[in-house]
């Protein structure tokens, strides 16, 4: 079993006398280095040239059909123990995955090149950020590493001087979906990763490093590696706030993180530090900061426009690598959700036939540089990060949540995370309403036990002087016949004004069992808008017998938990279960 202290290059010659590649190139992330690979991938046909007068700098990539998206179902955790793992994950024990990994990797890299890629989660002179060394024989891995973390012969050096960092060893093997894993083996700092092509389970800076391992060491080392966006929001005084927030899948995650304030929001500004991943530390005054250890975005692109997301649709007009979209005659790439164009080739290159489903692939990515973003925050760049005011949780419920309410203490807000939920979909599905748990949208991605890791959060109000406050948000409330209540996108900064208000003090508010909502409409700025006062009513309401259901619910979830459930999150629960009981 290699050792956690091993150096770079004896790992690399021990990998590469394993996976018996032809050739071994150092990379450095330099545009020297890119205008090489992309013509050896053009000229693979690995990569394929968008129109450069529309899309200058594009390209397509299209993954194989089998491969299109993260595959939890072989992603494991490979710690000594198998508690340790918890019941949110798979587990191996490292002595199997390693002689599965060297059965697998054997020969695996003939004929290829293996690509050695060193670098930085974070900005490069962060006291908080991470050095990784990916070992890979895809060069479309390279090209995307290249655009989601900081390369280079600084992060060489420094890990050649000694400085730990995390292993990642990646090949595409033969793509048999029989013979596709993740590994991740905490307690050596190692990922490997075989048989898949796709980002998630390739970059391995990103999910594995930044959330799987990270989260692990984050807790031995007394931080938080979360799956959250960091926004930036400045009033019209100047003053700037800045939010974490964690949202499942389909929960509006993205939007948020680029919200463009509407007009009836003069002078407000809005800036994206991260869109997917924070690092959370109690700063040195007492108060918790976040770093985004990314430098790029791996965003999935149908429903992109220039009225959902206009930052978004406007970064990826140039400098952008795609993943499985439709391309239209005249070579620009296309997805569902885009108002004009017509596919003319499907995500896996066919003529585009409705009868085989979306033109796009419904996974479809788009990747580039973080600064892209017309929206994109200097301070993203700041060693230290940005301090915390509050921290969200966001779901999809239909019925059950209000828009936004406020949890009464840190405890309570640990539950609101725990609790986070969202509803199928009939798209999803072909079944509604079904409740999927997500606590803190870390269900994939928690690399140890969901009980030790709920205990851990709750831990941080005795290493923190300050803590942001808490609060739950949900866009999707409908009423009684299926429409959406509340307009979203833009207008989703009326909810975080009258958060920012309540961290203030600035405010009073309602209580209720859940939590604090807001104490009349006038609190809430709803100016310009046209809501029916039945809406703004349901928007705001709280069905008891809903409430005490859905916690029951929770209760059950809980017990495949035990008995690494912290008290403190049962004792809040269980407050929350008296209060409904007591004024229903």
């Not at 005084?237 to 509407?262: D, W």
């Not at 035990?562 to 008296?578: D, F, T, Y």
Request: charged share 20%.
């Amino acid at each position: 079993m290699p050792d956690r202290t091993q150096t770079l290059s004896a790992w690399i010659d021990e990998v590469a006398r394993l996976a018996q590649p032809d050739r071994i190139q150092w990379c450095d992330g330099s545009e020297g280095e890119w205008n090489v690979l992309r013509t050896d991938m053009l000229e693979r046909g690995e990569i394929l040239p968008l129109n450069p007068k529309t899309y200058p700098n594009c390209y397509l990539h299209r993954s194989d059909p089998t491969d299109v998206a993260r595959v939890e179902q072989v992603t494991y955790i490979c710690s000594r123990l198998k508690d340790d793992a918890g019941p949110n994950n798979n587990w191996m024990s490292p002595e199997e995955a390693h002689d599965l990994y060297k059965r697998l990797f054997a020969g695996c890299m003939r004929n290829r090149t293996l690509y050695v890629i060193p670098y930085c989660m974070g900005p490069i002179d962060s006291p908080w950020s991470q050095l990784g060394v990916e070992i890979t024989d895809s060069r479309y891995v390279v090209a995307n590493m290249r655009l989601m973390t900081r390369m280079g012969h600084a992060v060489l050096k420094r890990i050649q001087s000694g400085e730990p960092f995390v292993r990642g060893q990646h090949s595409l093997g033969d793509l048999s979906p029989d013979r596709r894993y993740i590994l991740h083996y905490p307690d050596e700092n190692l990922i490997q990763s075989i048989g898949s092509g796709y980002g998630g389970n390739a970059l391995l800076g990103k999910k594995c490093h930044a959330l799987r391992i990270a989260s692990w060491n984050a807790r031995q080392e007394g931080w938080l590696a979360e799956h959250m966006l960091i926004v930036g929001i400045e009033n019209p005084e100047g003053q700037v706030f800045y939010l974490a927030a964690a949202f499942p899948s389909a929960c509006g995650k993205t939007n948020l993180s680029m919200l463009v304030p509407p007009q009836s929001f003069p002078g407000w500004k809005v800036w994206t530090v991260g869109d997917d991943i924070a690092w959370i530390h109690v700063g040195p005054d007492g108060r918790l900061w976040a770093i985004n250890p990314e430098a790029g975005y791996f965003g999935v692109v149908p429903g992109t426009n220039a009225t959902t997301n206009p930052n978004a649709f406007r970064m990826i007009q140039r400098d952008t690598i795609f993943t499985n979209v439709a391309i239209t005659a005249d070579r620009e790439p296309w997805w569902e959700g885009l108002p004009t164009g017509v596919p003319a080739t499907d995500w896996r290159g066919r003529p585009y036939d409705p009868a085989n489903g979306p033109a796009a692939h419904p996974n479809s990515r788009f990747t580039t540089l973080a600064e892209r973003n017309p929206a994109w925050s200097k301070h993203t760049l700041d060693p230290m990060g940005v301090p915390l005011t509050a921290i969200l949780f966001g779901g999809r419920r239909a019925r059950l949540a209000p828009l936004v309410y406020e949890a009464k203490s840190w405890a309570h807000g640990v539950l609101t995370g725990c609790a986070l939920a969202s509803e199928t979909t009939a798209a999803a599905s072909g079944r509604t309403g079904i409740v999927r748990r997500d606590p803190m949208a870390m269900l994939p991605f928690c690399g140890y036990h969901f009980g030790d890791y709920w205990a851990h959060w709750i831990n941080l109000q005795n290493q923190a002087r300050e803590l942001p406050r808490i609060f739950h948000v949900n866009w999707f409330r409908q009423n009684q016949d299926g429409k959406y209540l509340w307009p979203g996108y833009g207008e989703n900064l009326r909810v975080i004004q009258w958060i920012l208000e309540r961290c203030a003090g600035r405010i009073p508010a309602q209580e209720s069992p859940i939590g604090y909502l807001p104490k009349t409409a006038s609190d809430f700025n709803l100016s310009g808008l046209t809501l029916d006062p039945e809406a703004i009513r349901e928007l705001f309401s709280v069905d008891h017998e809903a409430w005490i259901d859905d916690f029951d619910d929770l209760e059950q979830f809980l017990i495949a938990y035990e008995p690494r459930v912290p008290i403190e999150l049962k004792e809040a629960l269980q407050r929350v279960q008296l209060e409904l009981s007591s004024t229903s």
